[in-house]
């Protein structure tokens, strides 16, 4: 399979046609997507006529973008007008949003083509894809174990060749888990740098719409097109960014490295912290200087995360109600048919979540539960804050072991432990991407995980890629 | 059945100590309009438990002096001119709508027994 960059620059040079690269795109979903379950849905009429408005372009003489051609999938928590979106819920089901998310239209605006909806964790709340209402999703190099999550549709969708590009929603790691366990690039920007509007909301303070590519070039490729203010999202900053592609070689001689002390210790596996520092060492032969820094707070990031996520999704699937949208079982009167539809409607994991956020809201509970999460929250970010006073970027490992069997974590808590070294930056709001470094002792894939501070996208991405460089020499 | 519930047993129950008991469960459930069966509340007693204890990692930090962090990009009153611009059509929406009549959504009786 081309690159998206190699395959955008052939059909804009009208040496491959768009409609030819899709229908190969999706002859490939057909043959195996049966086995993986990446995907929930196709959309196919709307992808033909977009590949077929792309080679009339470029037969006109016009330019469709930088990702003319492109075909990518993309996570179902987005919506996508008159095409089925059902965030992987029951309570979804059926439903055809009446309107495009932003990035969305700024896709198929750079020449993109949305090829379908992808699987995901009930309302991206999971970090396996196994708690999809749809089927889990596997992963693509061991079919015995999950893709990570809960982007894992949109992961293994990468990973297994079908699309160069997808895109995912991370809200205390859902980007960055799953490229690691897929052996994918996942990228999650900074927080207001990316618009949300029509993504589904899980935690409103956390998520973050990212792209997954199979390498760093086409996934900053994809970051610029989507990133930008937009006056839909009242969350979105209103700054425009450089492009990160245009500095994307610039390498990494002179800047300040910390790998975080707390994130390469107890409860990481001895393959993936070993990784990380062989990661470290390359940045150094690159030219940085790399050190271990200290962020205490980090280790409060999943305690102080299961309090605030919950309980900022206890208020937005609030909306699920039966009434406007998805699915409605009646009762005889609204509350009852509220209470029908959303027992019946959520699964247990969205049903643990909702009651654990009402709970630290609730009258009495707000201040220690909720209130006390959000002061650690403060915690983080000033640590953080301190730390890039000394270091341009931080290293840590992505995820705590390679892709785990299918099954093997039963008790949410396991689950949650998946999370520890990706949640400090959703609550930071900072941006942070996991770039495939080595294999582990099974020989599955291993991410590493570089965090920046806010807005330095560009810094993040050219590390990504003098790692990337020195990962393929290894091999 | 509380003796199943172990550590989540119903008396004494403190906020940030990581209990919560069986009927809070089901108070909370309620709150959120959702019904669960008897077994669902044992399991999601014993479930929710773990992860409260767990979040009473965070009483070891002293916080006295920590402002609460609510969102992490400081924007405030973000306001748009005053103009009109078009919005969803009607139809489109009310099309997915479960139920819709006359161009509303309908729902149950709000109050009452249905006749």
Known sequence: ?475 | MADSIGICDHQNVHPMSGEISRDEVAHVASLARLRLSEDELDTFTKQLCVVLETAADLNSLDLDDVEPMAQPYPLANVLRSDEIIPSLDRDEVLAQAPVAEDGRFRVPPALGEAP
């Not at chain 1, 300040?256 to 990784?275: N, T």
Request: with cysteine; aromatic share 6%.
């Open chain 1, 1 to 475: 399979m081309n690159t998206a960059t190699e395959l955008a620059a052939h059909v804009r040079s009208g040496d491959q046609s768009a409609s030819v690269a899709l229908a190969e795109a999706l002859g490939s979903i057909a043959d195996s997507d049966h086995d993986i379950n990446a995907f929930l849905h196709l959309t196919r009429d709307r992808a033909e006529q977009q590949a077929l408005a792309i080679d009339q372009a470029v037969a006109a003489g016009t330019d469709p973008g930088p990702l003319a051609g492109v075909p990518i999938a993309i996570k179902d928590n987005m919506c996508t007008r008159g095409e089925p979106t059902t965030c992987s819920s029951k309570i979804l089901e059926g439903w055809r949003p009446p309107y495009d998310a932003t990035v969305i239209s700024r896709l198929e605006a750079a020449g993109a083509i949305i090829v379908g909806k992808t699987n995901l964790d009930e309302f991206a709340m999971g970090s396996s894809t196994e708690n999809s209402a749809f089927g889990a999703t596997r992963n693509p190099h061991d079919l015995s174990r999950v893709p990570g999550g809960s982007s894992g549709g949109s992961a293994a969708a990468v990973a297994a060749g079908y699309v160069p590009l997808s895109l995912g929603s991370d809200t205390g790691g859902s980007i960055r888990q799953p490229a690691a366990l897929c052996g994918v690039v996942g990228v999650k920007p900074t927080y207001g740098a990316v618009s949300r509007y029509g993504l589904i909301a899980f935690a409103s303070s956390l998520d973050q719409i990212g792209p997954f590519a199979t390498n760093v070039t086409d996934a900053a490729l994809c970051y610029d097109v989507i990133a930008g203010h937009d006056p839909l999202d009242a969350t979105s900053i209103p700054i425009e960014q450089a492009s990160t592609l245009a500095t994307l070689g610039d390498g990494v001689a002179g800047m300040r490295i910390g790998i975080i002390d707390e994130l390469c210790g107890e409860g990481i596996d001895a393959d993936v912290i070993a990784r990380t520092h062989e990661a470290a060492d390359a940045l150094r032969a690159a030219g940085a200087t790399v050190e271990t820094v200290s962020i205490p707070a980090t280790i409060y990031g999943l305690a102080a995360y299961y309090l605030i996520a919950p309980a900022e999704a206890s208020s937005n699937l609030a909306r699920f109600d039966g009434v406007r949208y998805g699915q409605r079982v009646d009762g005889v009167n609204v509350a009852a048919m509220n209470v029908a539809t959303r027992s019946a409607g959520f699964g247990d994991e969205v049903k643990r979540r909702i009651m654990l956020g009402t709970y630290a809201l609730s009258s009495g509970y707000y201040d220690a539960y909720y209130g006390k999460a959000q002061k650690v929250r403060s915690l983080i970010s000033d640590e953080f804050a301190t730390a890039y006073k000394s270091f341009d970027l931080l290293l840590s490992p992505t995820s705590p072991s390679t892709a785990f069997k299918i099954g093997a974590k039963s008790d949410p808590m396991a689950l949650y432990m998946c999370d520890v070294c990706t949640i400090p930056s959703n609550l930071a709001g900072h941006p942070a991407l996991s770039v495939p470094f080595g294999a582990g002792d099974d020989g599955l894939p291993i991410g590493v995980q570089v965090l920046a501070p806010m807005l330095d996208e560009a810094k993040m991405f050219r590390a990504a890629k003098v790692l990337e460089d020195a990962a393929g020499g290894q091999s």
